[in-house]
């Protein structure tokens, strides 16, 4: 089966062929606090212990004064009726269905879509999918991009069945990440809703590594293949942070751009550019800061939403609209 892609990709590629694009906030992120689990999950890299998700950008992020979820329906109240947002999106923080979090993201998303249609876009990676959890966002046609950068055990076996290790806390428990995930895509693929062909409402996201040039690029080919033959994006990045030899770098960069499918660099890359902080989205923080893309934090931010009235706010926005070349905030190297 050939390469699809995600749904939301599809529908911002619409708006812009209308030119519907220009002129609205597509995309309201929504970022919950920063709890996640798989922080604590020790790998063995090289023979010594390491955790899994070594390296991610966010773990510093602090969550102090959340937003309560009356305030949060306000906000997308505001930017529905505002802006003709079409999205929310759970991203650029931990895991959004870690138990203290998951009742607050769950009733976001249900709230959008019932009083607004407006579809949610959410990153994972793997933790607290359970069954209840998987038939509501495939019930609410949610989008879901599936971060593999501290699943590295997953490869196209994943696929047919093969199982995984058993560990006990602190070591990564693969088997029970494994099946939350195909937990997750068997529902999607059984349930009634389904996207129209062509698209899909499952991504996996690779991150590249020495490791993968090792091998010539050998698993992550697999890997995509098996992705795209049940109907799954296939999306590969580099690192967050450039490597310090510029030879390697271009190396990953080159990697990125052959494996991921249509040589997208993300998901809501649109004429180029990436839509999470190019004029077609805004942020607003778990406490309301208000900032052009989730992966800023809350020094680079223009003031709470909450504080502001409705001109400062539009003003800030406007703002936001008129430049549509903004870099990746993380991967500055890219736009």
Not at 86 to 102: C, E, M, S
Not at 144 to 167: C, H, K, Q, R
Not at 211 to 237: E, Y
Not at 258 to 277: A, K, L
Request: contains cysteine; hydrophobic residues 35%.
């Amino acid at each position: 089966m050939g390469e699809r892609k995600l749904e939301i990709t599809k529908k911002l590629e619409r708006l812009s062929q209308e030119g519907t694009l220009d002129g609205c906030i597509a995309i309201l992120n929504l970022p919950s606090a920063n709890y996640c689990e798989k922080r604590a999950e020790l790998i063995y890299v090289d023979g010594e212990l390491q955790q899994s998700c070594f390296g991610c950008v966010t773990q510093g992020i602090s969550s102090m004064n959340c937003l309560d979820i009356e305030k949060i329906k306000g906000v997308i109240d505001f930017f529905a009726k505002q802006y003709r947002t079409q999205f929310i999106t759970i991203n650029g923080r931990g895991d959004p269905f870690n138990p203290r979090l998951k009742k607050d993201n769950m009733e976001k998303i249900i709230y959008a879509r019932e009083k607004y249609g407006t579809q949610a876009y959410v990153f994972t990676a793997g933790n607290n999918l359970d069954e209840r959890t998987c038939q509501l966002l495939a019930g609410n046609e949610v989008n879901i991009m599936i971060s593999l950068f501290g699943n590295w055990f997953i490869d196209a076996d994943f696929f047919v069945g093969i199982e995984y290790p058993t560990a006990s806390k602190p070591l990564q428990n693969q088997a029970e990440i494994a099946e939350n995930l195909r937990r997750l895509i068997r529902t999607y693929k059984e349930h009634r809703n389904q996207p129209k062909e062509g698209t899909t409402r499952i991504g996996m996201n690779y991150v590249v590594s020495k490791r993968d040039l090792f091998d010539d690029g050998a698993k992550v080919r697999a890997l995509k293949q098996a992705a795209n033959d049940s109907k799954i994006f296939f999306v590969v990045n580099t690192y967050f942070q450039k490597h310090p030899d510029d030879y390697t770098q271009r190396l990953f960069e080159q990697f990125a751009y052959e494996y991921s499918d249509f040589h997208m660099r993300h998901s809501t890359v649109i004429n180029g550019y990436c839509q999470m902080g190019a004029g077609s989205s805004a942020t607003i923080d778990f406490d309301g800061m208000l900032l052009r893309c989730p992966y800023m934090n809350n020094e680079e931010g223009d003031g709470r939403f909450q504080n502001l009235s409705k001109d400062q706010v539009k003003r800030v926005l406007e703002r936001y609209m008129a430049d549509r070349s903004y870099p990746c905030v993380i991967r500055k190297q890219q736009k």
